[in-house]
């Protein structure tokens, strides 16, 4: 494919790592910028120390994306070839309590950057949609057809997005757009040196569990035993991140290769469902003891299954995940191991 450069937006964030770590090994050359609102500079440095020699091919710009100078400039000193927009605020139970926050960030740093985008001729755009789209789904597996809604303020910035993203392709037939509706990604590189280090109180499952394995929290809370399943407790479709980022190597290749990509959109899941419990249970097999839980009512917004049809990209994208719910739990439990306080120490603790 020769070398390619490649603008990673979120690029110090837990996704946005890993999947700089793979283009980095399979021979891209990347541009991150980050504001590092909800991230550390010290994952940009272990990827890049993880990379070895690729390594030398990875720029970090501290930037929001809102600072429309500051992405002028970048844009105007490196020709990118396509962008991965993996930058946004992402916490559904605070974008109920600050929506504007959401709508400024994740709207605005958008449209800021596809403007810079066009203005510099770069129309190759792979976006970070999400499942929420897909609210609580009429049945599962949730295929990309399913109808589209939004249940909050973050997951309207990801709708509207996706509709800019439509719109501006049917305006110009030079864009050339992934939207990539990722499930629930967990896990971390196998190393341990990059995982997820949310800031603040941990809003989903795998962040939460972990900490109270490393003993920065009593309990996990259990939202919800009553529903339609199995054993109570909700399901969703986890997918090991390292799966993820490599979801984004396929969709980048697509979008080189295939001269009739206009704007397309792919499920990033695994096609399986596991449970609350089940989730628990296996964490628990690989840090061998057992997680505290206190059974609660259900938190509200939340779906009772949600889990992907992956047909469309295995078709289209020749992608599938490769990793287990056990391997995403080995992989969580040395990441937390080794870096209890993720790239922080006790004294970052908000
Ligand atoms: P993350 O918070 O770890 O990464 C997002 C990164 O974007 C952070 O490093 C943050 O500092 C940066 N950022 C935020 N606003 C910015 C701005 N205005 N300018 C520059 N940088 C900014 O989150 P993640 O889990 O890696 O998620 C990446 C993307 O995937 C997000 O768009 C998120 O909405 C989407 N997504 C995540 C999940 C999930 O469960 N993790 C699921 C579906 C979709
Ligand atoms: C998973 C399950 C909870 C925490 C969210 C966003 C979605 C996407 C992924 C970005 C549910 C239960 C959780 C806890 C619990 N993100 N749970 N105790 O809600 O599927 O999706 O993250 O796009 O948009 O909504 O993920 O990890 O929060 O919850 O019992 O402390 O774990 O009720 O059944 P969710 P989650």
């Not at 603008?7 to 700089?20: F, P, R």
């Not at 990827?47 to 400039?73: C, M, S, Y």
């Not at 399943?229 to 090991?240: M, Q």
């Not at 959109?265 to 089940?278: A, D, F, M, R, W």
């Amino acid at each position: 494919m020769g070398t390619k450069t490649i603008l990673v937006t979120g690029g110090a964030g837990y996704i946005g790592s890993h999947t700089v770590l793979q283009l980095l090994q399979e021979g891209f050359s990347v541009v991150v910028v980050d504001n590092l609102d909800n991230s550390s500079e010290v994952a940009v440095r272990r990827v890049e120390e993880l990379a070895g020699d690729a390594g030398k091919n990875l720029v970090f710009h501290q930037a929001d994306l809102r600072d429309r100078e500051a992405l002028n400039k970048i844009f105007a000193s490196t020709r990118f070839d396509a962008v991965i927009h993996f930058a946004g605020l992402k916490a559904v139970g605070e974008s109920v309590q600050k929506p504007l926050s959401y709508y400024d960030n994740n709207l605005i740093g958008t449209i800021t950057l596809l403007e810079v985008m066009a203005a510099h001729g770069c129309k190759s755009l792979v976006f970070s949609s999400s499942a929420t789209v897909y609210g609580w789904p009429i049945q599962v597996p949730c295929t990309e057809e399913f109808p589209l809604i939004a249940a909050n303020p973050y997951g309207r910035t990801k709708l509207i997005i996706e509709d800019i993203c439509r719109d501006i392709r049917k305006a110009s037939s030079d864009w050339k757009i992934m939207l990539l509706r990722y499930f629930n990604p967990i896990g971390a590189h196998p190393s341990g040196h990059i995982g997820e280090d949310p800031h603040g109180i941990p809003n989903n499952l795998m962040p939460y569990i972990q900490q109270v394995a490393v003993g920065r929290r009593p309990s996990l809370t259990v939202f919800g035993t009553d529903y339609n399943t199995n054993d109570g407790t909700g399901v969703r479709d986890y997918i090991h991140v390292v799966d993820l980022a490599d979801g984004h190597i396929a969709a980048l290749q697509k979008l080189f290769q295939d001269p009739n990509i206009g704007c397309e959109v792919y499920n990033l899941g695994t096609g399986k469902g596991t449970s609350v419990l089940e989730m628990v249970a296996a964490f628990e097999k690989a840090y061998g003891k057992k997680i505290p839980l206190v059974m609660a009512a259900r938190r509200s917004g939340d779906a009772e299954i949600v889990y992907a049809s992956t047909m469309k990209a295995e078709r289209e994208l020749n992608w599938r995940a490769k990793y287990g719910i056990d391997e995403m739990c080995r992989d969580q439990w040395n990441w937390a191991r080794k870096n209890p306080w993720g790239y922080g120490s006790p004294e970052s603790e908000s």
